[in-house]
């Protein structure tokens, strides 16, 4: 279990100790930022509002989920403190 940041704004990602936070609706998720491909860390693509792999190029969506591979598996959840 992981504690969100404090100063995280709404539709803001960001990859913090090896986690990916993004909060929309007030509601924070948390990632896994290692890429299930080849464990390269995820970065958050503002302007796609994406988690994009700079290694070998795979794409997830803003909850995780892949929109272009060489991934086939999502980022996986990480539970965060309430």
Same mark, same amino acid.
């Given at each position: 279990? /992981? *504690?969100? #940041?404090? !100063?995280? %704004? ?5 990859? /913090? ?7 929309? %609706? ?9 890429? #299930? %491909?080849?464990?390269? !860390? /995820?970065?958050?693509?503002?302007? &796609?509002?994406?988690? !994009?792999? #700079? ?7 803003? !909850? ?7 991934? /086939? &598996?999502?980022?996986? #959840?990480? &539970?965060?403190? *309430?």
């Amino acid at each position: 279990m /992981v *504690k969100a #940041p404090g !100063d995280l %704004h709404e539709g803001e990602g960001r990859v /913090v100790d090896g986690v990916a936070f993004r909060k929309e %609706h007030g509601r924070v998720q948390a990632f896994s930022a290692v890429c #299930p %491909h080849e464990a390269c !860390d /995820v970065e958050w693509n503002a302007e &796609e509002r994406t988690w !994009d792999c #700079p290694c070998h190029g795979s794409r997830f969506t803003a !909850d995780g989920s892949v929109l272009n591979g060489p991934a /086939v &598996e999502p980022l996986k #959840p990480v &539970e965060v403190e *309430k």
